[in-house]
C-alpha cells in the first residue's frame, strides 16, 4: 500500500526557517519522482517543488525559488522541504505526492503558518 506521511509543520514568524519531511512507503523510492504541493485557504492547490529520486532533477515554482529546497535521502525513502525566508504568503497546508501506476497518492498534509 502506498502511503506518504508529511511532518514538520508549525508557526513560524516572517523570515524564519521550517523543514518539511514526506516519509514515503509501498513503492520503490529510487523509481519515481515526489512532489511537494500547498493549499492556501480558499485557494487552490499548487505545485511548490518536485524531485526525482533516480537523478536528482528537481523543479521549483517561482514563487518559491531560491528560498526553498528540496532534496532526498533514498536510504530513509525521505523526501525534505527546506524552507527558508518564510512570508506569511506561504501558510498554507503543504502536501506530498507521488503518481504510481497512474494513479496519485497523496499525504494527509501538515500545516504551515507564517505569523508577520
Known amino acids: 500500500e502506498v502511503q506518504l506521511v508529511e511532518s514538520g509543520g508549525g508557526l513560524v514568524q516572517a523570515g524564519g526557517s521550517l523543514r518539511l519531511s514526506c516519509a514515503a512507503s509501498?513503492?520503490?523510492?529510487?523509481?519515481?519522482?515526489i512532489g511537494w504541493f500547498r493549499q492556501a485557504p480558499g485557494k487552490e492547490r499548487e505545485g511548490v517543488s518536485s524531485?526525482?529520486?533516480?537523478?536528482?532533477?528537481?523543479y521549483y515554482a517561482r514563487s518559491v525559488k531560491g528560498r526553498f529546497t528540496i532534496s532526498s535521502d533514498n536510504a530513509k525513502n525521505t523526501v525534505y522541504l527546506q524552507m527558508n525566508s518564510l512570508k506569511p504568503e506561504d501558510t498554507a497546508v503543504y502536501y506530498c505526492?507521488?503518481?504510481?501506476?497512474?494513479?496519485?497518492?497523496w499525504g494527509k498534509g501538515t500545516l504551515v503558518t507564517v505569523s508577520s
Open positions: 505526492k507521488v503518481r504510481f501506476n497512474g494513479v496519485d497518492y
Open positions: 524531485i526525482s529520486s533516480s537523478d536528482g532533477n528537481t
Open positions: 509501498g513503492f520503490t523510492f529510487d523509481d519515481y519522482a
